[in-house]
């Protein structure tokens, strides 16, 4: 069994099936790509792994722990990280506080050790500033880190998004549309760093991507959605040539 | 003169500046207006007056434990009254909640003490100092280096620690900052503590100032530090301060200048004013939504 198992999972919003019987096996440190038309309930399913939503019905787990139900903070303190398809960053602060903030969830010291500033809090802040700073020279952002992060590029901000992610020293992470909005060859090199943090972080990478360049190069296994309802599942090679998959969403080629 | 009037504005204002602190806290946090906040500051200055009264203790530690008596009240009422039905239902029942329990509060102390008046006991001797022309009582410069300090101490607060961060982490995005591991339930609930303990802080020393402890003296106050946060900007922490003293002062010199009875119009005049001028008030942004 994978790190992250989804058995049977729907979810339901007022009488509208945005997932209808879904199960996914994800297994450790591969790259696992999920495709299918806008609206096929991509992000639904991020939202229910992530503990946004709560399932209709079905099982999620992670690690062999059942997930659905636990708040979001829990389930991010366990090791889950995510980016989104809007980017969502805390524009108001500074580069390597956004980093930060992802650090602090996951770190012991409490309020009054953080209020009064003990010293094991203080070695553990040392330790967490170092830290983002190896992950924003990771992701090139190192020099900007005093910036405010609304000050950033798009495609920055989308780097800055993976670096809090990581932040949180995920086991398994979620990008959202990781490629969107960038050009061909920001494109090539976040395939490479893609490929790369999975190998140096040991990380299994769940992404939801429209590009299918993109997919078909780095996905170890890929998902097909469509209207709510998984219609494929396999390697690059075998869902490129599903009947079903190409009819319904690669289109039918000449 | 002048001079004077200026310090007299300046000590309400600051007063007022604690308490619109709690209030664009809160909104700045969960898009709540707390009307319930008004009631702590009243049940920190009757918090205080026990302290002094009953127990004899010297003002300031007085003031401390009216400050963390409400910084509990204020996770209490945010535990029992705001977060049972927070992502439940809407906005505005969570407006209507905040407005029961302010009525709660201050019939519950008005049950408890009467409606009367309490006089605060005499505390300290009072010296006035005579500054040329100015006449400064030690009471004001007690409260005017009290409010600057606590509220150097907030912005220390909410820039440098981790708290601090987690706090503007969430304002900004509360769904994006549990994502990351912040548990936003316990940030919301040390806001109201923060908010609380600063409106308590006002209560004390507003009871000492002019004298007089009543049930319902939150509410007046409670409406004059809102619209110190709107005039300010409701969500940015150094618009309540910018708001709060600007409000003290403009309402101290309207006193002096045309007549005590426009003292309250005075308040909401500029209220109104800002709502149509400039909605987002002093330090806020003006947000241009996309459709």
């Not at chain 1, 050790?113 to 003990?118: D, I, N, T, V, Y």
């Not at chain 1, 040392?126 to 992701?139: D, F, W």
């Not at chain 1, 992060?149 to 993976?162: F, V």
């Not at chain 1, 590009?211 to 959605?225: F, K, P, T, W, Y």
Request: proline share 3%; aromatic share 8%.
């Amino acid at each position: 069994m994978g790190i992250l198992t989804l058995e049977g999972v729907s979810q339901e919003f007022g009488g509208l099936l945005a997932l209808d019987d879904v199960s996914l096996d994800v297994e450790n440190e591969k790259i696992f790509g999920i495709i299918g038309p806008n609206g096929a309930g991509k992000t639904t399913l991020f939202n229910i792994i992530t503990g946004i939503y709560t399932p209709t019905s079905g099982k999620v787990k992670y690690q062999g722990h059942q997930i659905n139900g636990v708040p979001p903070y829990d389930v991010a303190r366990m090791g889950i990280g995510r980016t989104f398809q809007n980017i969502r960053l805390f524009n108001k602060l500074s580069v390597l506080d956004n980093v930060k903030v992802g650090c602090h969830g996951v770190t012991k010291a409490g309020i009054l050790s953080a209020l009064f500033g003990l010293p094991g809090e203080r070695l553990e802040e040392k330790e967490i500033t170092l830290r983002s700073c190896k992950l924003l020279e990771m992701v090139d952002l190192y020099e900007k880190r005093m910036e405010y992060a609304d000050n950033l590029s798009y495609g920055e901000q989308r780097k800055l998004e993976i670096a809090r992610a990581l932040a949180l020293k995920p086991a398994l992470l979620l990008l959202d549309e990781p490629a969107a909005g960038m050009n061909a060859s920001e494109k090539v090199s976040l395939m490479t760093f893609i490929k790369e943090i999975r190998n140096n972080e040991n990380l299994t990478i769940l992404l939801v991507e429209h590009d299918m360049n993109v997919v078909m190069n780095i996905c170890e296994q890929i998902a097909v959605l469509d209207y709510g309802r998984k219609i494929a599942d396999g390697p690059p090679e075998q869902v490129k040539n599903d009947e079903k998959v190409i009819q319904s969403y690669l289109g039918v080629e000449a | 003169m002048f001079i004077e009037q200026l310090v007299n504005g300046l000590t309400l204002g600051s007063t007022y500046a604690l308490i619109a602190l709690g209030y664009t806290m809160v909104y700045g946090i969960i898009q709540l207006i707390n009307f319930a906040h008004g009631e702590i500051y009243m049940f920190g200055a009757f918090a205080g007056l026990l302290l002094v009264s009953v127990f004899g203790l010297n003002i300031f530690v007085a003031l401390i434990g009216a400050m963390v008596f409400c910084m509990f009240l204020g996770m209490l009422i945010e535990r029992i009254a705001y977060r049972p039905i927070r992502g439940k239902s809407s906005r505005l029942s969570a407006l209507i909640s905040a407005i029961g329990v302010s009525i709660f509060l201050s019939t519950l102390m008005a049950l408890i003490r009467g409606t009367n008046t309490t006089r605060y006991p005499e505390i300290m001797k009072i010296h006035t100092y005579h500054l040329g022309s100015l006449d400064l009582s030690s009471l004001q410069i007690i409260i005017l280096v009290v409010s600057a300090l606590l509220m150097v101490g907030l912005q220390l607060l909410i820039q440098k620690t981790r708290i601090g961060k987690a706090m503007r982490a969430c304002s900004q995005d509360l769904e994006a900052a549990s994502l990351m591991g912040i548990n936003a339930n316990r940030v919301i609930s040390y806001t109201f503590a923060i908010g609380s303990a600063l409106a308590a802080a006002g209560g004390v020393m507003v009871g000492v100032y002019y004298n007089a402890v009543w049930p319902y003296m939150g509410t007046m106050a409670g409406l004059k530090a809102f619209a110190a946060a709107v005039l300010g900007g409701i969500g940015s922490i150094p618009g309540a301060m910018i708001g709060g003293l600007t409000l003290g002062v403009l309402e101290i010199l309207g006193v002096a200048y045309l007549s005590s009875s426009y003292k309250d119009a005075i308040a909401f005049g500029i209220l109104i004013l800002v709502l149509i001028l400039r909605p987002q008030g002093i330090m806020g942004k003006k947000i241009t939504k996309k459709v």
